[in-house]
């Protein structure tokens, strides 16, 4: 049980012995920790409704509070706020608990929760724009896992509509003596070749060229849509041709995305419910669900309470064909197959609200998931340069993301030159650290804004060792590694987490409780931005212990024991945290 949570159910239990309302005795942090640590403003509304004084009540809870030993000081402030500190050792107890094998004092929770991020479409290399669902998307994973539900992340590839379509006019155009547009190749097996015709140099060289040709000539615009709608009707020759270029796109996605620390546990994608669709739009039709609308198969998800008019979500097009709408809403139907997950979390940008709000009510009115998963869109805002327009190169291009790793750790090497940093490891530990601290930069840069928020893309500014940046963060971790290590090395041992022997101490250990509670917001917002906030607060109040405690010189034996005691857990937290944020922490730095 966290502290806070144990505080709350003894003022409960105080206000139910006072025959008062126990809901209204919920704690929380100080908003004023020169006075207090914790407080309660439950007595000032519950004295109101039960027309009593309510200081006068605020005085007797105290006065009850006072009488337990885990509780150093409850008074009273202003007209009946219950300010309220515990004793030392019983906080030190509650901080050593926190790594004690309870995972940081948070439940499990037997759930799972299925996070759809990163949405590249394939034969496109991945750009700025992909960085923040993939950052925001791997993140939101691990905080789930964290919080100790079964959370898996789909890559949930756009591997089916209309560039499919262009890119096969395109190379039927360029070679069409090629096996996949034979004549009867539509349903013959093949052989096809094992070799693809194309690179993915040559995709992503071809995949713009196609489209901007489609909106100049019409004719190969037709047989574009003509392509995607044989491709999604079966056509076997073309499947065989977009096979290679998901199985090329696939492999330097992930090698893009490993750079960054971000791991799918399923690549699927559109195509993945190509069979599911058709099956799912009879269903739709036979249950009056689905209607037809200008040619076109719909499902009116609006509603007389709307403010503004929602428009219909579309199943199939006129042509027969469908849409990511169409996948989308058969994906859904194949996640919440078997047990159906707590939550189906999506993250990407936030100018696809109206699309996922027309998602959700179809999904709704049909009936697709159950009402215990929850469909949440976790949208987010735009990168934007200095100019608070798109990021973009000088060339009016956005940058791939590759080129922003490199040129990350490029200003991650000047500045550990700058501050004379890893000085002493060999080039291949140096080279190490540079990449660390160079992908630090860039998650920490991205999730201490909140998702909703557009942020200034500034690696300048994201690669320093000072402020609330990923590299100082990782400096702190490190500095407690380092003087655990030297403890080691000079045969000194943790023993128990002892009672705070100063302000400094004290901080630490009532900084580490407020964790569970951190989480739980966190999870709950789908906002890593809490926890790169908390592990920002935690390293400068950690730092500024360890300047006033000088740990490997203190005489005492039981003080050094309780403060080594005291890095052991603050390292535990502190890099478990920083993992949610997609950060590794060098041996050395």
């Given at each position: 049980?966290?502290?806070?949570?144990?505080?709350?159910?003894?003022?409960?239990?105080?206000?139910?012995a006072q025959g008062l309302d126990p809901?209204?005795?919920?704690?929380?942090?100080?908003?004023?920790?020169?006075?207090?640590?914790?407080?309660?403003?439950?007595?000032?509304?519950?004295?109101?409704?039960?027309?009593?004084?309510?200081?006068?009540?605020?005085?007797?809870?105290?006065?009850?509070?006072?009488?337990?030993?885990?509780?150093?000081?409850?008074?009273?402030?202003?007209?009946?706020?219950?300010?309220?500190?515990?004793?030392?050792?019983?906080?030190?107890?509650?901080?050593?608990?926190?790594?004690?094998?309870?995972?940081?004092?948070?439940?499990?929770?037997?759930?799972?929760?299925?996070?759809?991020?990163?949405?590249?479409?394939?034969?496109?290399?991945?750009?700025?724009?992909?960085?923040?669902?993939?950052?925001?998307?791997?993140?939101?994973?691990?905080?789930?896992?964290?919080?100790?539900?079964?959370?898996?992340?789909?890559?949930?590839?756009?591997?089916?509509?209309?560039?499919?379509?262009?890119?096969?006019?395109?190379?039927?155009?360029?070679?069409?003596?090629?096996?996949?547009?034979?004549?009867?190749?539509?349903?013959?097996e093949g052989p096809y070749p094992t070799?693809?015709?194309?690179?993915?140099?040559?995709?992503?060289?071809?995949?713009?060229?196609?489209?901007?040709?489609?909106?100049?000539?019409?004719?190969?615009?037709?047989?574009?849509?003509?392509?995607?709608?044989?491709?999604?009707?079966?056509?076997?020759?073309?499947?065989?041709?977009?096979?290679?270029?998901?199985?090329?796109?696939?492999?330097?996605?992930?090698?893009?995305?490993?750079?960054?620390?971000?791991?799918?546990?399923?690549?699927?994608?559109?195509?993945?419910?190509?069979?599911?669709?058709?099956?799912?739009?009879?269903?739709?039709?036979?249950?009056?669900?689905?209607?037809?609308?200008?040619?076109?198969?719909?499902?009116?998800?609006?509603?007389?309470?709307?403010?503004?008019?929602?428009?219909?979500?579309?199943?199939?097009?006129?042509?027969?064909?469908?849409?990511?709408?169409?996948?989308?809403?058969?994906?859904?139907?194949?996640?919440?197959?078997?047990?159906?997950?707590?939550?189906?979390?999506?993250?990407?940008?936030?100018?696809?609200?109206?699309?996922?709000?027309?998602?959700?009510?179809?999904?709704?009115?049909?009936?697709?998931?159950?009402?215990?998963?929850?469909?949440?869109?976790?949208?987010?805002?735009?990168?934007?340069?200095?100019?608070?327009?798109?990021?973009?190169?000088?060339?009016?291009?956005?940058?791939?993301?590759?080129?922003?790793?490199?040129?990350?750790?490029?200003?991650?090497?000047?500045?550990?030159?700058?501050?004379?940093?890893?000085?002493?490891?060999?080039?291949?530990?140096?080279?190490?650290?540079?990449?660390?601290?160079?992908?630090?930069?860039?998650?920490?840069?991205?999730?201490?804004?909140?998702?909703?928020?557009?942020?200034?893309?500034?690696?300048?500014?994201?690669?320093?060792?000072?402020?609330?940046?990923?590299?100082?963060?990782?400096?702190?971790?490190?500095?407690?590694?380092?003087?655990?290590?030297?403890?080691?090395?000079?045969?000194?041992?943790?023993?128990?987490?002892?009672?705070?022997?100063?302000?400094?101490?004290?901080?630490?250990?009532?900084?580490?409780?407020?964790?569970?509670?951190?989480?739980?917001?966190?999870?709950?917002?789908?906002?890593?931005?809490?926890?790169?906030?908390?592990?920002?607060?935690?390293?400068?109040?950690?730092?500024?212990?360890?300047?006033?405690?000088?740990?490997?010189?203190?005489?005492?034996?039981?003080?050094?024991?309780?403060?080594?005691?005291?890095?052991?857990?603050?390292?535990?937290?502190?890099?478990?945290?920083?993992?949610?944020?997609?950060?590794?922490?060098?041996?050395?730095?």
């Amino acid at each position: 049980m966290s502290l806070l949570r144990e505080l709350t159910e003894l003022v409960q239990s105080v206000f139910t012995a006072q025959g008062l309302d126990p809901s209204y005795g919920d704690v929380v942090v100080s908003q004023r920790p020169d006075l207090c640590q914790f407080q309660c403003n439950g007595a000032l509304p519950l004295a109101k409704k039960a027309g009593k004084n309510p200081r006068e009540l605020a005085t007797a809870l105290a006065a009850a509070l006072n009488d337990d030993h885990r509780i150093a000081l409850a008074d009273v402030a202003g007209p009946g706020f219950l300010n309220i500190s515990v004793e030392d050792d019983f906080l030190a107890e509650q901080s050593a608990q926190l790594t004690a094998g309870n995972h940081f004092g948070i439940e499990a929770k037997n759930q799972q929760v299925i996070v759809d991020y990163g949405g590249p479409n394939i034969a496109k290399s991945l750009h700025v724009g992909h960085l923040r669902p993939a950052v925001i998307g791997e993140s939101v994973k691990r905080l789930y896992r964290f919080a100790r539900y079964d959370a898996i992340g789909d890559v949930h590839l756009g591997d089916w509509g209309l560039p499919m379509g262009q890119l096969i006019a395109a190379i039927e155009d360029a070679s069409p003596e090629l096996p996949y547009f034979a004549d009867g190749a539509a349903t013959s097996e093949g052989p096809y070749p094992t070799e693809s015709p194309v690179t993915i140099e040559d995709l992503e060289e071809l995949y713009p060229q196609a489209s901007a040709r489609c909106k100049e000539d019409k004719a190969f615009a037709a047989k574009a849509q003509q392509a995607t709608l044989a491709l999604q009707k079966g056509h076997l020759g073309y499947r065989a041709l977009w096979n290679h270029f998901r199985t090329l796109s696939v492999a330097d996605m992930t090698a893009i995305y490993a750079e960054l620390g971000v791991h799918f546990e399923l690549w699927l994608g559109e195509a993945s419910v190509a069979d599911d669709m058709a099956p799912m739009i009879e269903k739709l039709v036979a249950n009056q669900i689905a209607q037809e609308s200008d040619g076109a198969l719909i499902i009116d998800v609006a509603d007389p309470k709307d403010k503004k008019e929602l428009p219909p979500f579309m199943l199939q097009n006129s042509r027969g064909g469908y849409s990511y709408a169409t996948s989308d809403l058969a994906t859904i139907e194949q996640r919440v197959k078997g047990p159906a997950p707590h939550a189906i979390v999506y993250v990407t940008d936030a100018r696809q609200s109206l699309h996922f709000q027309q998602l959700f009510r179809a999904a709704d009115k049909a009936k697709m998931a159950p009402a215990s998963t929850q469909l949440i869109h976790a949208s987010h805002g735009m990168v934007t340069g200095k100019d608070n327009k798109p990021f973009k190169t000088r060339d009016g291009k956005l940058p791939r993301l590759g080129e922003l790793v490199a040129d990350a750790q490029k200003l991650a090497a000047a500045q550990i030159e700058e501050n004379n940093l890893a000085e002493d490891l060999s080039e291949t530990e140096r080279a190490s650290v540079i990449e660390l601290v160079g992908l630090a930069a860039l998650t920490y840069g991205e999730l201490s804004n909140h998702r909703t928020t557009n942020y200034i893309f500034d690696l300048e500014k994201f690669t320093e060792l000072k402020g609330q940046t990923g590299p100082y963060l990782q400096y702190v971790a490190v500095r407690i590694k380092s003087a655990l290590q030297k403890a080691a090395d000079a045969g000194l041992h943790a023993g128990t987490l002892g009672a705070a022997t100063c302000d400094e101490e004290r901080n630490v250990q009532l900084e580490l409780t407020k964790l569970p509670e951190i989480v739980e917001r966190a999870v709950a917002g789908n906002a890593p931005n809490i926890i790169a906030e908390y592990s920002y607060v935690l390293a400068a109040t950690f730092n500024r212990f360890y300047d006033k405690c000088h740990i490997l010189s203190e005489p005492n034996a039981e003080t050094q024991q309780s403060w080594l005691a005291l890095l052991e857990t603050t390292q535990s937290i502190f890099t478990a945290i920083l993992d949610i944020l997609l950060i590794q922490v060098p041996e050395k730095m």
